[in-house]
């Protein structure tokens, strides 16, 4: 009897988690897989799909718009994440101090979180414009020439990257937050009785342990810098001159403007092998992170 109701909810169990094995295989493992398939095919969607081996990444190694967008990409990841990292944790250590005002201030950091990229985009490209936007007109206000921040090949990049940190950085607040919340007070107190002052309790008890916060935020940042279009979609289309143009856009305009599926599929490929590195290279750091808590 005991071994028919195991069977029995072994069953059950199954029943209930089929629907969402199915939907994984018609929506993710099956296209993932013809996606695959598809980086060996030369293909313009109309037409019917002709092999050619590796071609796609022969072409993809003598492509210099392929090397500047990744260059771009890269130099878009090495902009942003460092600051995001650094910023969050240190307003996160502001805000989980004894400060009257820390209700309003997570609240406020962590709003433009919620807001959709189209909002985020437009409201910053307006505020950059030189003419009538607020930026400029504070430069005015201080005898400074206004900068031209979206058509400038030097500016439009640190533009976009300065909306994304402003947009972005909630959320790694909030990640630091919970972190520092499970720190137990008595270490601090301990420390303090030994006469640490704040920055000594800072480098050797708050940022050694939130080592595997520290991990989080920087992996998933530098995978979701990787996927960066959408900003620089909306706010510049990848100019001036192609200075803006990342490999996500690159591999956008090669798919669906030029009909090369078959290409951008490839480098689609090169992008998804770099970001499971990333996130293979996470979760073996807080592997090994956890390890060391436990000895």
């Not at 002709?50 to 500047?68: C, E, H, P, Q």
């Not at 985009?121 to 921040?149: E, Q, S, V």
């Not at 704040?198 to 998933?220: D, E, N």
Request: aromatic letters at 18%.
């Amino acid at each position: 009897m005991a071994v028919y109701r195991k069977k029995r909810h072994a069953l059950l169990a199954y029943l209930f988690f089929a629907p969402f094995l199915v939907l994984l295989l018609i929506f993710r493992l099956i296209p993932f897989v013809n996606s695959i398939r598809m980086i060996f095919y030369k293909w313009d969607i109309f037409g019917t799909p002709r092999y050619i081996g590796l071609g796609n990444f022969t072409r993809m190694m003598s492509d210099k718009v392929f090397w500047a967008s990744l260059w771009h990409t890269v130099y878009f990841v090495i902009l942003t994440v460092p600051p995001i990292v650094v910023l969050s944790f240190l307003i996160a250590l502001l805000i989980n101090s004894r400060i009257s005002f820390k209700n309003f201030l997570r609240s406020a950091f962590y709003l433009p979180y919620t807001l959709t990229i189209s909002v985020v985009c437009l409201t910053w490209a307006m505020l950059y414009n030189p003419y009538f936007g607020m930026i400029g007109r504070i430069m005015k206000f201080f005898g400074l020439k206004p900068i031209n921040w979206l058509t400038d090949p030097f500016w439009a990049m640190p533009a976009i990257v300065i909306t994304t940190v402003w947009w972005t950085i909630g959320f790694c607040i909030v990640l630091y937050l919970a972190g520092l919340q499970q720190i137990p007070a008595s270490y601090y107190e301990a420390a303090e009785l030994d006469g640490a002052n704040g920055f000594q309790r800072m480098f050797f008890i708050t940022i050694p342990l939130l080592k595997r916060v520290h991990v989080l935020v920087l992996v998933t940042q530098i995978i979701a810098s990787l996927q960066i279009f959408g900003q620089v979609y909306i706010m510049t289309a990848g100019g001036p001159a192609g200075r803006t143009r990342t490999l996500m856009q690159y591999i956008y305009e090669q798919g669906f403007r030029y009909f090369r599926m078959g290409y951008a599929q490839a480098m689609a490929f090169v992008l998804f092998l770099v970001m499971f590195a990333f996130a293979y290279l996470q979760l073996r750091l807080m592997i090994a992170s956890a390890k060391e808590e436990l000895v």
